[in-house]
């Protein structure tokens, strides 16, 4: 059952996040409304800029650091177009808090750099950022889909894979046009139903769609690393993570999946207010320190 201010928190997320993008047919407005600040730094980590594998971003460490070091990279969402590792330090910030010391790339953004460059820059970050040690990976949407794409591309040429993978409504699939895409249209808190249509072609200028690099639900999947899907169950994006979980699950990838009730897209900012929020933060944690 969903708490209260879960029920609130969506409400408020209609009112002050759908009303605005709207369509999604407007990068400037896009920008303003995922670049605004809405939740503190959380205070219990320290950020620092920094470089991996030739790209800039952003180091996530805990302030006071307990235990042996645990590595993550985090790949941020905001529909290939938005945000940075700034906007995402909420959600960096808290997972450093539960023991991660986290790189957080500033990949090139779309329209200006379209695919394949926030590929590249994910790929490039992960294999430099895996040379020196056992790590994992995490993202939330659209950084989701780079985590699972840098993990394929790390497979193909034989290069160190993550220990396990945290991914947070990630997008995998840019053909869907049935399932949640159509169910949830009117019931998802941020995306207006037009708004996967209009981003797409901003970030493909081109591109197959069912390119697996691009929809990495089409890619064979043997072979990957523990994955955890953490998605709400009103999310247009919804099936992304239940088709991708089941079809990992298929080739015997170890999966854990979790659909939260009510909630809206990447939830997991709120987490000083949202139990649902520390609870997915909470158990990606765990998963991906049991992987270690």
């Not at 169910?183 to 207006?192: G, I, K, L, V, W």
């Not at 953490?230 to 080739?251: C, I, W």
Request: glycine share 10%.
């Amino acid at each position: 059952m969903a708490s209260l201010r879960a029920h609130l928190a969506s409400y408020m997320v209609r009112r002050n996040v759908r009303n605005r993008l709207g369509a999604m047919d407007d990068v400037a407005k896009i920008r303003a409304v995922f670049g605004g600040r809405t939740f503190p730094d959380p205070a219990g980590a320290t950020y620092e800029a920094g470089t991996v594998g030739g790209i800039p971003g952003e180091w996530v460490r805990p302030a006071r650091a307990k235990g042996p070091e645990r590595r993550l990279l985090y790949l941020h969402g905001g529909g290939f177009v938005a945000c940075s590792p700034k906007s995402h330090r909420p959600v960096t910030g808290a997972l450093a808090e539960r023991g991660f010391t986290i790189f957080a790339p500033d990949y090139r953004l779309a329209p200006e750099h379209p695919f394949p460059a926030a590929t590249e820059d994910a790929c490039a970050a992960w294999n430099a950022f895996a040379a020196h040690g056992p790590a994992s990976i995490a993202g939330d949407s659209a950084g989701g889909n780079l985590a699972l794409v840098a993990m394929l591309s790390a497979r193909d040429r034989g290069l160190p894979l993550p220990t396990a993978a945290a991914l947070f409504s990630p997008v995998t699939d840019f053909l869907a046009r049935d399932g949640s895409r159509v169910s949830n249209a009117q019931r998802d808190a941020m995306f207006d139903p037009r708004a996967m249509l209009n981003l797409g072609p901003l970030y493909l200028d081109g591109a197959d769609p069912g390119d697996p690099l691009i929809s990495p639900l089409f890619a064979d999947l043997a072979g990957l690393p523990p994955l955890l899907f953490h998605v709400g169950e009103r999310e247009v994006l919804r099936d992304d993570s239940v088709r991708m979980a089941e079809k990992a699950r298929a080739v015997g990838v170890t999966v854990s999946i979790t659909v939260f009730p009510v909630v809206s897209h990447v939830w997991q900012f709120a987490h000083s207010m949202l139990p649902e929020a520390r609870a997915s933060l909470d158990g990606a944690a765990e998963f991906l320190r049991a992987a270690a």
